[in-house]
Structures are given as structure tokens and as C-alpha cells.
């Protein structure tokens, strides 16, 4: 394959950013965009010399070489099944849906597909992160602290829970990532929320969210989130391990050891672009570097979820026990 031909599933800002980064390939080309908002479609569609398709179908017959779904949450599910079904390969920005039930059978169907796929965790491309993972080798995490501290951003779907999760599933999930990643899989976490909406008309979020994380190997954490402030204040980590203590987050990463501290700097930037190149790879033939395919986004995504879950319950949330009963979210609350 010379070049890969890219349809686009929604016409947002991520769209438009994927877009950017796209056109900038010179083995890409544009097919395409739809968009529930025809204008927004056509908008971005001539930004880029590509075609406006009317919906998911008649870009899917146009014959992309993949396609990108960049959806709110609450409107994964339907592209994400036809895109399966005509066996393209497929790219999904995060959060993969606004409740697990979704996710899991589009996870079933990309499994039975052996479909290609990533998801845009782009955090997982910057260079800080394997250095962090080099320096933690054999030494157990003891304890991780994980936060996103932000504003509520200027889209009227974000303030709804049944719309975007709630800025754990939406913004955090990040965060939980990366958790993941560095540390290992949560086995139970216990979360509360304050009750307490942003002044946003509409809004039935938790402003600010803490949450207390047990892990398989010993290791506890916690996670804060809030989307009280006017800016993006802070997201990213911290972990201590045996004589260390690492602070990581998109701009850099400061070491703190027996051989005193030391930053260095990221490129969250670069971590956009290199997602994207790595897919685009993959689907070309050319590379294998797509570091979170559907399948381990699910996982992150059930873990997003059972924090949510537990402060809307008050409840601990285990994550290593089969489910109990049929929940929105497929995980087990304790009674």
C-alpha cells in the first residue's frame, strides 16, 4: 500500500487535530468526512481537499483504508459496528464509549474480526514513559498518585454524565492509563464525589472526584479529578517505589533518587503525532507500534468506569471478581 486512504467519523475538535496531523503524512490521503452536522463535515472536509459523505455507509463504500471514529462518548456504538463489520481497520479516540456494555461488544466484535486497531491514547508515545518504565525495572511500586485538575470544556455534552461519563471517563481516563501501564491492574477501587455540579447550565457531574486504588501486587494509589478551575492546572502521576520517587505527566519527568533530581523534558505534541504514525504503520504494513489497541483500552476503560461507579454509589468496586449481577457498567459493587 503506497498510500493510506483515511476516512473521519465526526468533524470536532479531535477530528480536526487528527486531520491536521494526517495531512501533514505525505503516504495519507483525506478520503473523507461525515458528521451528524453536515456543515461541520463539509467545514472540514474542504480544509483538507476530501469528500463529504452523507453518513458512515457511504464512507465505508467509498473503500478507505481505515477510518478514524472521533465521536463524543455517548455516540460510540454504531460507527464503530459498521466500520467492524466492513472489516477496515479502525481508530477510536478515547474514551471508547460513555458506559462499558457498548465497549465490550465492540471489543467482542474486533476480536472476532481479528480486526487492527488503536486508540488514542497518545500519552503512551512519549519518550518519558519508557524511561519511566526502565527506571522502575524490578522495583515494586509501593504507592501512585494520579490527578487531573481542569475546567469544564466548551461543549454542551460534557457536562452530562449519560453524555460524557463524567471527567473521570472523560478526561482522567488519561491518567488511569498510565496507571496501568506503570504500575499494573487495579483489583479494587473506592471513590466519592462531591455531589456538587460545576456552575454550568445542565450539569449533573461531580465537580471533584477522589478515589483510593488497590492493586494486584500490593501497591495502593489514588486518583483526584476536578473541573472547578478556569485552566488545566495539573494532570499527570506520581510514583515511589523503593528509593524513588518519579513525577510524570505530557510536558516531562522529573526523577528524584539516590543520585539526587533531575527533569526531563516531553513533547505532548510529538506524542500526537506519533500515535497517529504508528497507526497509519500498521495499517500500511510498514510498522508494529500501536501500543493500545481496542482491547487494552477496554481495560482502562473498565477501570475509568468502576471509579465512576463507586462515587455514584458511595460503594468499594472490585474489578478482579466476575460480575455478580447485570450493572450499567459491568463491574461489581460490594454490598
Given at each position: 500500500m503506497r498510500t493510506c486512504r483515511v476516512g473521519l467519523?465526526?468533524?470536532?475538535?479531535?477530528?480536526?487535530?487528527?486531520?491536521?496531523?494526517?495531512?501533514?503524512?505525505?503516504?495519507v490521503e483525506l478520503l473523507g468526512v461525515t458528521d451528524v452536522v453536515p456543515e461541520a463535515a463539509?467545514?472540514?472536509?474542504?480544509?483538507?481537499?476530501?469528500?463529504?459523505?452523507?453518513?458512515?455507509?457511504?464512507?465505508?463504500?467509498?473503500?478507505?483504508?481505515?477510518?478514524?471514529?472521533?465521536?463524543?462518548p455517548f455516540a460510540h456504538g454504531p460507527a464503530e459496528e459498521a466500520v467492524v463489520a466492513a472489516g477496515v481497520p479502525m481508530f477510536v479516540e478515547k474514551p471508547v464509549a460513555v458506559d462499558l456494555v457498548t465497549a465490550e461488544r465492540i471489543a467482542d466484535l474486533v476480536a472476532g474480526?481479528?480486526?487492527l486497531t488503536g486508540v488514542g491514547h497518545h500519552w503512551r508515545y512519549l519518550p518519558v514513559v519508557q524511561q519511566a518504565r526502565e527506571l522502575l525495572g524490578d522495583r515494586p511500586v509501593r504507592m501512585v498518585s494520579g490527578a487531573w485538575w481542569d475546567k469544564?470544556?466548551?461543549?454542551?455534552?460534557?457536562?452530562?454524565?449519560?453524555?460524557?461519563?463524567?471527567?473521570?471517563?472523560?478526561?482522567?481516563?488519561?491518567v488511569l492509563d498510565l496507571i496501568r501501564c506503570l504500575v499494573g491492574e487495579a483489583t479494587e477501587v473506592t471513590?466519592?464525589?462531591?455531589?456538587?455540579?460545576?456552575?454550568?447550565?445542565?450539569?449533573?457531574i461531580d465537580s471533584v472526584t477522589t478515589a483510593t486504588l488497590r492493586f494486584a501486587d500490593g501497591a495502593v494509589g489514588t486518583l483526584t479529578a476536578a473541573c472547578v478551575l478556569g485552566w488545566k492546572h495539573r494532570a499527570g502521576l506520581e510514583i515511589l517505589a523503593d528509593g524513588l520517587a518519579l513525577s510524570l505527566s505530557e510536558d516531562g519527568l522529573v526523577v528524584r533518587d539516590a543520585d539526587g533530581e533531575r527533569r526531563f523534558d516531553a513533547d505532548p505534541e510529538a506524542a500526537r503525532v506519533a500515535v497517529d504514525r504508528a497507526f497509519v504503520d500498521a495499517v500500511r504494513g510498514v510498522g508494529d507500534d500501536v501500543r493500545v489497541p481496542y482491547a487494552e483500552a477496554l481495560?482502562?476503560?473498565?477501570?475509568?468506569?468502576?471509579?465512576?461507579?463507586?462515587?455514584?454509589?458511595?460503594?468499594?468496586?472490585?474489578l478482579d471478581t466476575p460480575v455478580a449481577a447485570p450493572l450499567a457498567t459491568g463491574v461489581t459493587v460490594d454490598a
Open positions: 467519523v465526526g468533524a470536532g475538535g479531535v477530528a480536526q487535530r487528527h486531520a491536521r496531523v494526517l495531512g501533514g503524512f505525505a503516504d463539509a467545514e472540514l472536509a474542504d480544509a483538507h481537499g476530501a469528500r463529504t459523505f452523507g453518513d458512515v455507509g457511504e464512507l465505508l463504500a467509498a473503500g478507505p483504508d481505515a477510518v478514524y471514529v472521533c465521536v463524543p474480526r481479528g480486526l469544564v470544556p466548551p461543549v454542551a455534552w460534557w457536562s452530562r454524565r449519560d453524555r460524557s461519563g463524567g471527567p473521570v471517563v472523560e478526561q482522567a481516563a488519561h471513590a466519592y464525589g462531591n455531589g456538587t455540579p460545576p456552575p454550568v447550565d445542565g450539569a449533573d481495560r482502562t476503560q473498565r477501570l475509568a468506569l468502576a471509579v465512576a461507579d463507586s462515587a455514584r454509589t458511595g460503594r468499594p468496586v472490585r
